[in-house]
């Protein structure tokens, strides 16, 4: 193990912010030299969210799309407690190979490998790392590197674990109506820009709104935050 991923594994111990663990995201991802990094769970509750480096709009094109319902790695990681080379899923059917070329249209690599990680009362994560190496190299960083990434697999699993316990234990500030407003409009699937041409204001204060509402819920992100609103009746769709 490098001094750079064992200075890493130290300071993702000691995150205590939302930001911060996003940031550890980013700078896993910076460390290995890989396209992203990706953190994902659904927790004791049944609420689905996480951290990583894909991009908002694929976040989004995959919540709108309602690719949970079909995702390969997903299904395919969840049947598994060991760690999965995508090469190893089933690509065969029609859907699957059409989601993989819609999260290549928006900026997910060709290559993965998730490491599935089961917690208490049911918790279910997925550490996943992407990229577009050939499938040489691809197989050959796996080959180096996967007991580390295991570690960090389950360094990430522990830390959401713990926010999980705070944001579980914390009294939720109610929201204004601007900030209902916006949530609801994102848990009924549309995107950013629709929610924000509908409420009559632009992308940029729409921001506001949507990071206002998710620090009062505890939220890691946008998708934490609509799906513990919809958790404490908050909203309502």
């Not at 390969?72 to 089933?90: A, E, S």
């Not at 522990?158 to 109610?174: D, H, I, N, R, Y």
């Amino acid at each position: 193990m490098t001094a750079a991923l064992e200075k890493f594994l130290e300071y993702i111990q000691h995150v205590e912010t939302f930001q911060q663990f996003q940031s550890a995201s980013e700078n896993l991802r910076d460390i290995l030299g890989i396209k992203h990094v990706v953190y994902h769970w659904v927790n004791s509750a049944g609420e689905r969210f996480g951290v990583g480096t894909y991009s908002s709009e694929w976040v989004d094109r995959y919540l709108v799309k309602d690719y949970l319902r079909l995702d390969p790695v997903l299904f395919g990681c969840f049947q598994r407690f060991t760690p999965v080379n995508w090469k190893q899923l089933d690509w065969s059917s029609r859907s699957a190979r059409t989601f993989f070329l819609d999260a290549l249209e928006y900026g997910v690599g060709s290559q993965g490998f998730s490491v599935p990680v089961r917690g208490p009362n049911g918790q279910f994560a997925l550490f996943t790392l992407n990229d577009d190496a050939t499938d040489v190299q691809w197989e050959k960083f796996i080959q180096s590197m996967e007991r580390t990434l295991v570690i960090c697999a389950h360094e990430f699993n522990k830390k959401a674990l713990e926010f999980e316990t705070v944001g579980a234990s914390a009294v939720s500030q109610p929201l204004s109506p601007r900030e209902v407003e916006a949530i609801t409009c994102l848990a009924k699937g549309l995107s950013r820009a629709q929610t924000a041409q509908q409420m009559g204001i632009s992308e940029h204060t729409l921001r506001v709104y949507i990071e206002a509402a998710r620090h009062k819920l505890g939220a890691m992100n946008t998708t934490h935050a609509v799906a513990r609103a919809l958790s404490i009746g908050a909203i309502i769709i």
